[in-house]
T-cell receptor, first 111, second 115 residues
Framework: GESVGLHLPTLSVQEGDNSIINCAYS??????FIWYKQESGKGPQFIID?????DKRQGQRVTVLLNKTVKHLSLQIAATQPGDSAVYFC??????????FGPGTRLSVLP | GAGVSQSPSNKVTEKGKDVELRCDPI?????LYWYRQSLGQGLEFLIY????????KSGLPSDRFSAERTGGSVSTLTIQRTQQEDSAVYLC?????????????FGPGTRLTVL
């Protein structure tokens, strides 16, 4: 992950629209990636993961895309709902190393 | 309990005092992690325990930080001579095995404020 300072990037979307949250990682040896959702006052919650031998993985209403060429990861949320409002952050892992977490993006769903 | 629990949920202390933060992992989880989350920042890895192996302390920011895990279950993170920059949310997570990455369950965190 990359540090972007004290203020989280914020993404505001209308309820029902699709959301795309982006993440850049720096370790080209990373071979495993996770997206987490963190609601206010709670610990991070696993959403979806992807291994480096894949470039796309779909879950329920969520899709993760991995572009290893530019070291970029994205999380797509379909038909965004008010309950999706949270901070989303990615984590990457390479063998023998520890997780590196990005600073997160705050998703606000507008009614 | 069904999930990872941490105590206290909030801790306010004066600069220079020692604090202890507790984590109760999910029963049966052999791996336990401590992270720190500062305002507006991502998770910073501190330490992890895996079974009876020596812990990986590579993320501890200074020798004022230490952690132990008794009986392979409960863990305590101790911060000695606290400084204002130690103020953060301290998160604990557990999983069945280090490589069971999907199953890393987080506790609600302890918010530490050093005055």
């Amino acid at each position: 992950g990359e540090s972007v300072g004290l203020h989280l990037p914020t993404l505001s979307v209308q309820e029902g629209d699709n959301s795309i949250i982006n993440c850049a990682y720096s370790n080209s040896a990373s071979d495993y990636f996770i997206w987490y959702k963190q609601e206010s006052g709670k610990g991070p919650q696993f959403i979806i993961d992807i291994r480096s031998n894949m470039d796309k993985r779909q879950g329920q209403r969520v899709t993760v895309l991995l572009n290893k060429t530019v070291k970029h990861l994205s999380l797509q949320i379909a038909a965004t709902q008010p309950g999706d409002s949270a901070v989303y952050f990615c984590a990457d892992l390479s063998y023998g190393q520890n997780f590196v977490f990005g600073p997160g993006t705050r998703l606000s769903v507008l009614p | 309990g069904a999930g990872v629990s941490q105590s206290p949920s909030n801790k306010v202390t004066e600069k220079g005092k020692d604090v202890e933060l507790r984590c109760d992992p999910i029963s049966g989880h052999t791996a336990l992690y401590w992270y720190r989350q500062s305002l507006g920042q991502g998770l910073e890895f501190l330490i992890y325990f895996q079974g009876n192996s020596a812990p990986d302390k590579s993320g501890l920011p200074s020798d004022r930080f230490s952690a132990e895990r008794t009986g392979g279950s409960v863990s305590t993170l101790t911060i000695q001579r606290t400084q204002q920059e130690d103020s953060a949310v301290y998160l604990c997570a557990s999983s069945q095995a280090v490589l069971a990455l999907r199953a890393q369950y987080f506790g609600p965190g302890t918010r530490l404020t050093v005055l």
